[in-house]
């Protein structure tokens, strides 16, 4: 009986509710849209069947078909781009994207950040997903643990802070599963939507989603800030609506067998009554669930803040949040430490490696059986792309050792072996024909004597080398090394004023460069006074 009188109300909307056309006088995004011929939009490509690639790699799922329902209104092309967490929202700002339907949980502090659009089109709520074997009953049983999680989640940090887990921060959903393959996290934490439709995909896998659903929030689509209220963030609620009323979402989730859920349900019985949703503000039952709140802050930021953010526009407010400033203090605290390691050992690698080089070249067969690890090991090292050489140690190697119990390789210290050969290699290169140069000058000196002088023969290689691990640093992001420009990115992605942390990150390593060329100088000086005596 409920589903007819849901039938009713459906064909009854159809028959009531007028289709949506385009504004006679677009502004704004519309027109350039209009102009363009093309609407862009960003969705997800790792979140099926809401986003994902087809085996031909083209992008499909339910969330693309609403952006073909979009394009089709405007009768305009159609490209899909694909976003992640952490950069849909900057993308739509930057103007890369016109709209985003990307599994966009609505939230307060995004709305501040872009033009969400009411009424929302899904919901989700939070739960884990893990081993079977060792499932997790509450969320009780994951305080303390290291979970799993996708950069720039809404929920990352109540997960935190109210529920105690220890975030283990991955890039996308791929690394996220992965790292849980592996046994690098407990579980991992992520909308119920996705989860249950991954178990339900893989009844064989040994994985189950844990019953105790929370934070149960709306889904947005999204345009860029301003737009909301412009001709077209107007058009684009309209059709929302308008998909609730004919059953138009129902329909797409009996499509990819997603099963009708009782959010939509409940959306489509309101906007199938024309005379309720009407008005702006619309009523509550034709608008979904209200938007996740903001974390609340417990006194308001000082005064100079203020005034310093409305006099020149820099924006200092992220750093009265204890969350958010710890979180940077230890990104900081990760890249100076990673960069001081890595550079000490690139030195060390290269210098052994180069020394051992020009103390068997040669030296007959023997000395060539001798260094060939050392050579396949150098153009290994210096050939593959270091994000390659993390993910293999990091999730392939480290991941058998951890599931074998007997050590399990934690990131920094994966991050900081990885780029210590990364640019050790180029060093032993580098100072093993600088070796040879000085050899050729002082045939008689021990390979130890040669070092002060080739040291200076191949100094600006090696500052070079060992600069580039600075910047390398970032890519520690992959495996769950919250480094400064990863966690300066989540601050963004969570509201943090983009100008006054790019900015920031800009002179920060500028002033950090100029570190280590100085540090450089001071050991070129010792080594030239050692090579002296």
Same mark, same amino acid.
């Given at each position: ?75 305009? &092309? ?98 996220? &599963? ?56 107007? +058009?684009?609620? =309209? ?15 009996? &499509? ?62 992220? +750093? ?16 100076? =430490? ?84 990364? =640019? ?46 600075? &910047? ?37 390593? +500028? ?23």
């Amino acid at each position: 009986m409920i589903r007819f009188l849901s039938v009713v109300f459906c064909l009854w909307g159809q028959v009531m509710l007028a289709q949506v056309q385009l504004p006679e006088a677009a502004d704004g995004r519309l027109a350039h849209i209009l102009q363009r011929g093309t609407l862009i939009v960003g969705v997800k490509t790792d979140y099926p069947p809401w986003g994902m690639l087809d085996a031909e790699g083209n992008i499909t799922g339910l969330e693309p078909d609403l952006a073909r329902a979009l394009a089709a209104r405007m009768e305009v &092309k159609l490209e899909l781009v694909p976003v992640t967490a952490s950069n849909r929202l900057a993308r739509v700002n930057q103007g890369v994207i016109d709209v985003v339907i990307a599994t966009m949980g609505d939230t307060v502090t995004r709305r501040a950040q872009a033009g969400l659009l009411e009424p929302s089109y899904y919901s989700s709520g939070v739960v884990a997903y893990g081993p079977g074997d060792r499932a997790h009953q509450s969320w009780e049983d994951l305080r303390g643990q290291p979970v799993c999680m996708t950069q720039g989640a809404y929920y990352n940090r109540t997960l935190e802070e109210t529920y105690g887990v220890a975030g283990q921060y991955f890039p996308a959903n791929r690394e996220a &599963k992965m790292a849980l393959s592996f046994g690098r996290c407990v579980a991992w934490a992520f909308d119920d939507t996705a989860l249950v439709q991954r178990v339900l995909a893989n009844a064989d896998d040994p994985y189950t989603v844990m019953e105790e659903r929370i934070l149960v929030t709306p889904w947005a689509i999204a345009v860029a800030r301003g737009e909301a209220e412009a001709t077209l963030g107007r +058009f684009i609620s =309209a059709m929302i609506g308008e998909w609730h009323a004919t059953g138009h979402i129902l329909a797409l989730e009996r &499509k990819w067998q997603i099963g009708e859920s009782a959010y939509l349900q409940g959306l489509n019985a309101a906007w199938a009554q024309p005379s309720l949703c009407r008005g702006d503000p619309l009523p509550a039952p034709c608008l979904g669930a209200p938007p996740f709140p903001q974390a609340e802050e417990t006194e308001p930021p000082p005064a100079w803040m203020l005034t310093l953010r409305d006099r020149t526009g820099i924006d200092l407010r992220v +750093f009265h949040d204890a969350y958010s400033r710890g979180r940077l203090m230890r990104g900081l605290g990760l890249t100076l =430490a990673l960069s001081a390691v890595a550079i000490l050992g690139a030195l060390t690698v290269g210098l052994a490696l180069g020394m051992m080089e020009a103390a068997l070249r040669g030296r007959g067969p023997w000395a060539r059986l001798l260094l060939a690890p050392q050579r396949i090991l150098v153009t290994v090292a210096r050939m593959t792309p270091p994000i390659l050489q993390m993910y293999i140690v990091f999730f392939g190697l480290g991941g058998v050792l951890a599931q074998s119990d007997l050590i399990t390789p934690g990131a920094f210290g994966v991050a900081a072996l990885i780029l210590s050969l990364y =640019a050790g290699s180029t060093n032993a290169v580098l100072l093993s024909h600088a070796l040879a140069q000085e050899r050729s000058t002082r045939p008689e000196a021990t390979v130890w004597a040669l070092v002060p002088g080739a040291f200076q023969r191949a100094y600006d290689g090696l500052v070079a080398a060992c600069v580039n691990i600075v &910047k390398a640093a970032g890519m520690a992001s992959a495996i769950a090394l919250a480094e400064l420009v990863s966690t300066v990115n989540l601050i963004v992605s969570e509201g943090g004023d983009v100008a006054t942390f790019m900015n920031g990150l800009l002179v920060f390593y +500028f002033l950090l460069m100029l570190g280590v060329l100085w540090l450089f100088r001071r050991l070129r000086g010792w080594v030239v006074r050692e090579g002296a005596r």
